[in-house]
């Protein structure tokens, strides 16, 4: 069953860390642009950062730049979200998602959920 | 404040139509592609529509998409209780180089 199934997240005081994984079942992980994409509770879908297919290319809203990094292990078939000096704000469900075409993402991880609180 | 502009609510009766709207500028819908997501409470959200007006496979041809200029519409006819969810419009923005959603829109079945 072609999936991105995703690990990581939980509870964190403000200015930790988390380290999110998404790692990918049933297609090659290389072949796609990834995408995180967060949503705090009761708001709306935000995108966070993207990934290409090699790594080669990286981007970042700018909300995370600088405490956020995004990376990919093409042995793992594996994508991850380095989350650094995590904040309040930051609190939020976090979905990595297959860019299928023309940012069109077809499949979903199911989510994971950070609460940044003291 | 999205970029994107949704109705926050939008509601009809069973086997109605309803539209849903998603309002941008030249710099993203205007020039874009659009895509929409379903999102059914507590899950992930799920494509309905791709490059303006695609289904993918699986998605039901009550669901429609069109966009003219920086506007884009989702349109359901034949309105179900199981279409109940939040919906977003979706693009890139070329200006600010970054992925927009709309703020979503709430659809109740009455």
């Known amino acids: 069953e072609v999936q991105l199934v995703q690990s990581g997240g939980g509870l964190v005081q403000p200015g930790g860390s988390l380290r999110l994984s998404c790692a990918a079942s049933g297609f090659t992980l290389s072949s796609y642009w990834i995408y995180w994409v967060r949503q705090a509770p009761g708001k709306g879908l935000v995108w966070v950062s993207r990934i290409n297919g090699d790594g080669s290319v990286i981007s970042h809203a700018d909300s995370v730049k600088g405490r956020f990094s995004i990376s990919r292990d093409s042995a793992k078939n594996t994508v991850y979200l380095q989350m650094n000096s995590l904040r309040a704000e930051d609190t939020a469900m976090y979905y990595c998602?297959?860019?299928?075409?023309?940012?069109?993402?077809?499949?979903w991880g199911r989510g994971t959920m950070v609460t940044v609180s003291s | 404040q999205s970029v994107l502009t949704q109705p926050p609510s939008a509601s009809g009766t069973p086997g109605q139509k309803v539209t849903i709207s998603c309002s941008g500028s030249?710099?993203?819908?205007?020039?874009?592609?659009v895509n929409w997501y379903q999102q059914l409470p507590g899950t992930a959200p799920k494509l309905l529509i791709y490059?303006?007006?695609q289904r993918p496979s699986g998605v039901p041809d009550r669901y429609s998409g069109s966009k003219s200029g920086a506007s884009a519409s989702l349109a359901i006819s034949g309105l179900r209780s199981e279409d109940e969810a939040d919906y977003y419009c979706?693009?890139?923005?070329?200006?600010?180089?970054?992925?927009?959603f709309g703020g979503g829109t709430k659809l109740t079945v009455l």
């Open positions: 998602a297959r860019d299928w075409t023309y940012l069109a993402f077809d499949i």
């Open positions: 490059t303006n007006n």
């Open positions: 979706a693009t890139w923005d070329g200006s600010l180089n970054v992925l927009l």
């Open positions: 030249s710099s993203n819908i205007g020039t874009n592609y």
